[in-house]
């Protein structure tokens, strides 16, 4: 037993430290890049290259908000970002519906939202921009967000987890005079929790990360988001490698804060589709 559990404990120590050495060569690029966004210039050409700034400068986030318009693009991303949380909340109320509510047609209607997933994106970008079109939404904001407003995954997510509540503590809810908008936001929104969470998380990096979308819609620069900023920045200024890190540091910074704010609760998640 002795001689087990030595092992056992060396193979721990052993696993520990290459899992450690493996997530330090992960983060040691986003760490470069973060840093390097804070260097002059100049210092890029250096042999060997510093991890560390010798020199902190702010030059070239002042830069891309006071001429790139990366302010502006900041603001557009916010908004998409904005509307896909409240796209999340309609989600939220369909996959209710389809987990607690029987009504004919239910399952076929369920099972073609379903379908929808096997379509790719790319596909229905044509027709849904041509639709927009005949409405006169596009190059504007209002065409840039509708479209991303529901999503089949994110209502097939929150069935599945809905469909776990007890109804018998929505009919004890209702048996005390509560309505059905009430139940909604004061019972199943806050034991959802976990799946809002997980969800919140792929919608803030899916509004985030807009590019495609917002590039073909919009005509106009003033509508651009981060990522179209960040490839025209690309283009524009190739050989300004301290821009180019600024920028990619304002696109990556956020979606991690975002993970390690509500990280607990994706761990929650996992734990109690464990114990069901």
Same mark, same amino acid.
């Given at each position: 037993?002795?001689?087990?559990?030595?092992?056992?404990k060396?193979?721990? =120590? !052993?696993?520990?430290?290459?899992?450690t050495?493996?997530?330090?060569?992960?983060?040691?690029?986003?760490? =470069?890049?973060?840093l390097?966004?804070?260097k002059?210039?100049?210092?890029?050409?250096r042999?060997p290259?510093?991890?560390w700034p010798?020199?902190?400068?702010?030059?070239?986030? $002042?830069?891309l908000?006071?001429?790139?318009n $990366?302010?502006?693009?900041?603001?557009?991303?916010?908004?998409i970002?904005? $509307?896909?949380?409240?796209?999340?909340?309609?989600?939220a109320?369909a996959g209710?519906?389809f987990?607690?509510?029987? $009504?004919?047609?239910?399952?076929?209607?369920?099972?073609?939202?379903?379908?929808?997933?096997? /379509?790719?994106?790319?596909v229905?970008?044509?027709? +849904?921009?041509?639709? !927009?079109?005949?409405m006169?939404?596009?190059?504007?904001?209002?065409?840039?967000?509708?479209?991303?407003?529901v999503?089949?995954f994110?209502?097939?997510?929150?069935?599945?987890?809905m469909?776990?509540?007890?109804?018998?503590?929505?009919?004890?809810?209702? !048996?005390?005079?509560?309505?059905?908008?009430?139940?909604? !936001?004061?019972i +199943?929104l806050?034991?959802?929790?976990?799946?809002?969470?997980?969800q919140?998380?792929?919608?803030?990096?899916?509004?985030w990360?807009?590019?495609?979308?917002?590039?073909?819609?919009?005509?106009?620069a003033?509508?651009?988001t981060?990522?179209?900023?960040?490839q025209?920045?690309?283009?524009?200024?190739?050989?300004?490698?301290?821009?180019?890190?600024a920028?990619?540091? +304002?696109?990556?910074v956020? /979606?991690?804060?975002v993970?390690?704010l509500?990280?607990?609760?994706?761990m929650?998640?996992y734990?109690?589709s464990?114990?069901?």
């Amino acid at each position: 037993m002795g001689a087990m559990t030595i092992k056992q404990k060396s193979m721990q =120590w !052993l696993a520990g430290i290459l899992l450690t050495v493996g997530g330090f060569l992960m983060v040691l690029p986003f760490l =470069w890049m973060i840093l390097s966004a804070f260097k002059p210039e100049p210092e890029f050409a250096r042999f060997p290259p510093t991890l560390w700034p010798e020199t902190f400068t702010l030059e070239h986030y $002042f830069e891309l908000f006071e001429r790139m318009n $990366f302010g502006v693009y900041l603001r557009n991303t916010l908004i998409i970002v904005f $509307f896909s949380f409240l796209g999340m909340l309609l989600n939220a109320m369909a996959g209710y519906g389809f987990a607690k509510y029987k $009504f004919k047609g239910r399952e076929p209607l369920f099972y073609l939202v379903l379908a929808t997933l096997m /379509i790719p994106g790319q596909v229905t970008m044509i027709p +849904v921009y041509l639709i !927009l079109n005949k409405m006169g939404l596009t190059n504007t904001m209002t065409g840039i967000v509708l479209p991303s407003l529901v999503g089949a995954f994110a209502i097939f997510l929150f069935r599945q987890f809905m469909s776990t509540i007890p109804d018998e503590l929505l009919e004890a809810t209702r !048996l005390d005079g509560a309505g059905e908008f009430r139940i909604f !936001l004061q019972i +199943v929104l806050p034991i959802s929790v976990s799946v809002l969470a997980v969800q919140g998380i792929l919608t803030f990096i899916a509004g985030w990360n807009s590019f495609l979308w917002p590039l073909i819609i919009a005509n106009d620069a003033k509508y651009y988001t981060l990522s179209v900023g960040l490839q025209l920045l690309k283009g524009q200024y190739s050989s300004n490698y301290g821009l180019q890190m600024a920028g990619s540091a +304002v696109m990556v910074v956020p /979606i991690i804060i975002v993970f390690l704010l509500f990280q607990r609760y994706i761990m929650d998640n996992y734990t109690i589709s464990g114990i069901k």
